[in-house]
């Protein structure tokens, strides 16, 4: 699985837009990117994936670069609760081959704050 | 179905003492998975579940840690003569192989709210 980097820490007013990078300029053409969150004393809960085209759901945006080497996730109104810590993940679909884990590093740890 | 349940929640044992920790996945999902996650790092990989064969394990769990998932549907994961580097939380993940279908890469995984090991 292609390997990513992340800031370790970002902080982001309450209300405003959230915009999380992650670099994985490694990346191979049938791996996708996967988003995680973990609030404190949970477990990682997802947050939406992609290939190349950008993605949207209820909860965030991810714009994926046209090279797809690095890619954003957007919390487009950043609330308290938001305040987690945000893997991002590449890797081939879990039911590819025998490649069936998330390898997850150590995350950008998103303060919300008012 | 509420998600993924572990149990117990939290868990004090003495250095040499047997533990032992189950889970039970979203009830249509096939696949489980059990991560250990130490403070500060993100969670490792374990190893891995289709139905009731384990088809993956990581070189993380050594002889003394043991997984089992005898009927396809719950799974224990026991550490045997615990140590304090044992101390960590222990999540499981379930997945279901047919959501989003297999060229979409929406086989994400539900986490439970993890298992945490304190090794006195």
């Known amino acids: 699985d292609a390997k990513t980097t992340q800031p370790p820490s970002m902080d982001c007013a309450e209300g405003r837009a959230a915009n999380l990078p992650c670099n994985h300029s490694t990346i191979s053409g049938n791996e996708y990117v996967y988003w995680y969150r973990q609030i404190h004393s949970q477990g990682p809960q997802y947050i939406i994936h992609g290939l190349k085209n950008n993605e949207t759901n209820e909860m965030a945006s991810l714009i994926i670069t046209e090279d797809r080497k690095s890619s954003t996730l957007i919390l487009p109104h950043a609330t308290l609760r938001d305040t987690a810590v945000y893997y991002c993940?590449?890797?081939?679909?879990?039911?590819?081959?025998?490649?069936?884990?998330?390898?997850f590093g150590t995350g950008t740890r998103l303060q919300v704050t008012l | 179905d509420t998600g993924v349940s572990q149990d117990p929640r939290h868990k004090i044992t003495k250095r040499g003492q047997n533990v032992t920790f189950r889970c039970d996945p979203i009830s249509e999902h096939n696949r489980l998975y059990w991560y250990r996650q130490t403070l500060g790092q993100g969670p490792e990989f374990l190893t891995y579940f289709q139905n009731e064969a384990q088809l993956e394990k990581s070189r993380l769990l050594s002889d003394r840690f043991s997984a089992e998932r005898p009927k396809g549907s719950f799974s224990t994961l026991e550490i045997q003569r615990t140590e304090q580097g044992d101390s960590a939380m222990y999540l499981c993940?379930?997945?279901?192989?047919?959501?989003?279908?297999?060229?979409?890469?929406?086989?994400?995984?539900?986490f439970g709210a993890g298992s945490r090991l304190t090794v006195l």
């Open positions: 993940i590449v890797r081939v679909p879990l039911n590819t081959g025998t490649a069936s884990k998330l390898t």
């Open positions: 993940a379930s997945s279901d192989r047919a959501r989003g279908g297999s060229n979409s890469g929406a086989n994400v995984l539900t």
